[in-house]
């Protein structure tokens, strides 16, 4: 449309305002999106009368949702999840909404959009059966329109959720409808549901080629001439390019348009600058507004290579990534984007520009947040084919809903620019049997019918060519291997024009702020699953020192060492970024939750964050541990982390201890030093010159608490969060790294406690409680807001120690 028809179609439509002509009758209304997670009710055990409008649902649990009832539940090794999958309860149980329409939606077509509900969801509205999920993971929507009432007329939405069959899992899932759920009313005439598809074919310094499907359908009982505009939106909201097409579609009819753009000096998306347009798509009938719809877009290109690894716009770089499951410790598996966003940030802090989601399609808010924050994603759908790992996990409902799941991950995801590659599994048993190569040749031609444009892996374990028969198939566009360190040097001997990346690494174990000495003993454990436990602590406790990995893995340094230098491999991803419930791994019950975490599960970093900050981010970093309370004498070992300097110098109570520089292809430098009480001061230089000085206090008795929250402003929303860090310190401030105080919480105003952990793998105390015991000096109290502006006021005591406190705002 050019500038002249543009001013003639604004005069129209003021013209026809003046003349009173309505153009907001129901069915001409653009697209609504209607957060659905408030106001529902809640009941453990079955319920199967519950879909009737009648039934009487006044004592069931008022609550909002994302929900997961496991969370709320007490740990124990009988239940049937097993500490494998977090010793939590599972079970089954119903959610009820009712909610009225105006009488002029009657004309609009309306449906709901579950993000994921684990597992086994079914649903129903007023009484009619819409259909079931088996998947815990995957997104999906019903049509309600046919089944709805209208005016003063209730509508009684029903969800029965089943994850009683157990195990069904090799980590903790979580139970209920535990992502996010929206009502969307639009006009008959409107964009399909997930109806968009971009490609970005040509990009240069000058322009760039954006091409981009559009499926639009006529619900409405007539023929409709329509025209279909797509206007392309700068991160400032200023168009830079628009398309229309004109059409005419019968009733019931579909078609697919085909607008194609030119943008001119586009800025391109990147992990450093990950500069986001928008596409606005309007579906008009006349004048009238029947439809809009939004896609993200994000210009970029990048390339695998089986010699130069990965580049991104041109320039090379090393996937530097993490594997994470879905899980947000206290939180469980009830999504929050504030939660994942605060993860994402510690892990960009961290140096991170990648995240494997692990093992099955994440929430859509994490690849927003990807979208937005600048991380490379690799996009996984399964854990497991036909051939299972525990008795009741995806591999029973595998024939008749695999191509619907892969089909709908692809649809949901693929118009994200973080998104880079697909992973069509993890650890998959078929690539063991000839049944791998025509498997991974049925779910790669799936993905490449829907998306050509990212390549796609599978996260293979043997990687003995003959052997492997998913690469047999010659399907995979990128081979990933799991922990094959020690072989990656072979690769393009073994794999010769084969593009390569390590999709799984590591499996170091260790516990925030534990130490074993000496530190120079490397340790893989435990030998074999089945072999019962012979060494460990008493406690349950892992070294933080990198000196343990499972039997399968390295410790952190020694897989990247390995792998850093190897310009063939496009990169690697640890397991894992943060600590996760379930899979204790090494200990039995009451260990309930992961060792594997470069973060411990309250987001508190360990010691070996500061390693892959040193080698990955930008930042100049000096990183000096362990504590330094000690029996006096003892020989400890004290490791120093640092990086943009030539050598560090460690000094006790004021006494140098000597200048040591790493060697070879050394991560860091130790001192073997007898304890005695004071300071333990380092300082690293380049040239001769001061870069950075650390210094370690021995702590004295415990005397107060402290809190720090992460952000004292916060949203006034109803769902955003605080993080407060709740440390046990000396007069001095020195947090006492031995120290297991309990802290018990009050908070007073717009505000209510969410969640409550310490980071201990092996903690039995409830997630959802106004207490936690400190451990190795900290906890974390978690704080969400109202919808009411105001200020929450938060209060920690512990016997025999000053209080703490601290005052939040919430705005509007």
């Not at 949203?715 to 000396?730: H, M, N, P, Q, R």
Request: charged letters at 25%; a negative charge; aromatic letters at 10%.
């Amino acid at each position: 449309m050019n500038n002249m028809q543009k001013i003639l179609s604004f005069i129209l439509v003021l013209s026809l305002a003046v003349l009173g002509w309505n153009c907001s009758s129901s069915e001409d209304k653009e697209r609504q999106v209607i957060d659905f997670n408030n106001g529902w009710r809640f009941q453990l055990g079955d319920h199967p009368n519950a879909i009737s409008a009648d039934f009487d649902v006044s004592n069931w649990r008022e609550l909002n949702l994302p929900h997961d009832w496991s969370i709320e539940g007490n740990f124990s090794e009988d239940h049937p999840t097993k500490p494998e999958g977090g010793a939590l309860p599972a079970g089954i149980g119903w959610y009820r909404k009712a909610f009225r329409l105006p009488t002029e939606a009657k004309e609009q077509s309306i449906w709901i959009e579950f993000d994921g509900v684990y597992r086994n969801g079914e649903v129903w509205i007023n009484g009619h059966r819409l259909g079931i999920r088996p998947n815990g993971y995957s997104s999906f929507k019903y049509d309600l329109s046919e089944y709805l009432n209208y005016g003063d007329n209730v509508n009684v939405l029903a969800v029965r959720v089943d994850n009683s069959q157990q195990p069904n899992s090799r980590w903790y899932t979580g139970s209920g409808i535990y992502r996010n759920v929206r009502l969307i009313r639009t006009g008959k005439v409107h964009v399909e549901h997930w109806g968009t598809y971009i490609t970005t074919p040509e990009i240069t310094d000058s322009s760039a080629t954006v091409n981009m499907e559009v499926m639009v359908k006529n619900e409405g009982s007539n023929e409709r001439k329509l025209t279909v505009r797509s206007t392309i939106l700068d991160a400032e909201g200023i168009e830079v390019a628009q398309e229309e097409h004109a059409l005419t579609l019968g009733k019931g009819g579909s078609a697919d348009i085909m607008h194609h753009f030119t943008v001119p000096s586009p800025k391109l998306w990147s992990t450093e600058q990950p500069y986001l347009y928008k596409v606005v798509t309007q579906v008009f009938a006349g004048m009238q507004l029947m439809d809009d719809y939004q896609t993200p877009l994000g210009i970029r290109y990048f390339e695998f290579d089986a010699k130069k690894g990965f580049s991104l716009n041109g320039k090379p770089m090393k996937i530097l990534g993490v594997c994470n499951h879905h899980d947000l410790g206290a939180l469980g598996a009830a999504v929050n984007k504030r939660a994942i966003e605060r993860r994402l940030e510690i892990l960009k802090e961290m140096g991170v520009n990648a995240i494997r989601t692990a093992h099955n399609p994440p929430a859509p808010e994490l690849l927003e947040l990807c979208d937005e924050m600048g991380f490379i994603v690799q996009d996984e759908a399964f854990d497991v084919w036909k051939k299972k790992k525990v008795d009741a996990d995806s591999h029973l409902f595998w024939d008749e809903w695999h191509r619907r799941d892969l089909e709908d991950l692809i649809l949901r995801d693929r118009n994200h620019p973080s998104i880079m590659m697909w992973s069509i599994g993890n650890e998959i048993r078929e690539q063991f049997d000839s049944t791998g190569i025509s498997i991974t040749k049925e779910l790669v031609r799936i993905v490449k019918e829907l998306d050509t444009t990212r390549v796609v892996t599978c996260a293979l374990t043997e990687n003995i060519p003959s052997k492997n028969f998913i690469y047999q198939s010659k399907a995979l566009d990128l081979l990933g291997f799991n922990y094959k360190h020690k072989d990656h040097k072979n690769f393009p001997k073994w794999y010769p024009g084969e593009k390569l990346i390590a999709t799984e690494n590591m499996s170091a174990l260790a516990t925030r702020g534990h130490y074993d000495l000496p530190s120079d003993t490397i340790m893989r454990w435990p030998q074999s699953y089945d072999k019962p436990l012979e060494t460990g602590n008493e406690d349950w406790t892992v070294s933080a020192y990198d000196q343990v990995s499972a039997y399968w893995g390295s410790t952190h340094e020694e897989t990247w060492k390995s792998i850093k230098d190897q310009d063939f491999m496009a990169g690697l991803f640890v397991w894992t970024g943060f600590d996760y419930l379930g899979e204790p791994i090494p200990y039995p019950y009451p260990a309930r939750s992961s060792y594997f975490g470069i973060v411990d599960l309250a987001g508190f970093p360990k010691d070996s964050y500061y390693m892959y900050k040193s080698e990955w981010a930008s930042d100049t970093v000096l990183h000096v541990f362990p504590h330094w309370n000690w029996e006096e004498g003892q020989e400890v070992d004290v490791w120093v982390y640092y990086n943009q300097a030539d050598e560090v110098e460690l000094f006790l109570n004021g006494e140098s201890l000597g200048t040591k520089s790493k060697e070879g292809d050394d991560l860091h430098v130790m001192w073997r030093v007898p304890y005695e009480p004071g300071t333990l001061r380092a300082v690293s230089r380049k040239d001769g010159k001061a870069i950075l000085e650390k210094k370690v206090f021995t702590a004295g008795d415990a005397q107060k608490v402290t809190l720090a929250p992460d952000r004292k402003i916060i949203k006034a929303d109803g769902k955003d969060l605080s993080f407060i860090t709740v440390s046990i310190c000396d007069m001095d401030g020195n947090m006492v790294p031995d120290a297991n105080n309990m802290v018990n919480f009050e908070i007073q105003g717009e505000g209510k406690i969410m969640g409550v952990d310490n980071g201990y793998q092996a903690s039995l105390e409830p997630f959802k409680a106004n207490y936690r015991k400190a451990f190795n000096g900290k906890c974390l109290l978690i704080v969400q807001s109202t919808k009411d502006a105001g200020e929450i006021s938060i209060r920690a005591t512990s016997e025999h120690l000053q209080p703490g406190e601290v005052v939040l705002e919430t705005v509007d």
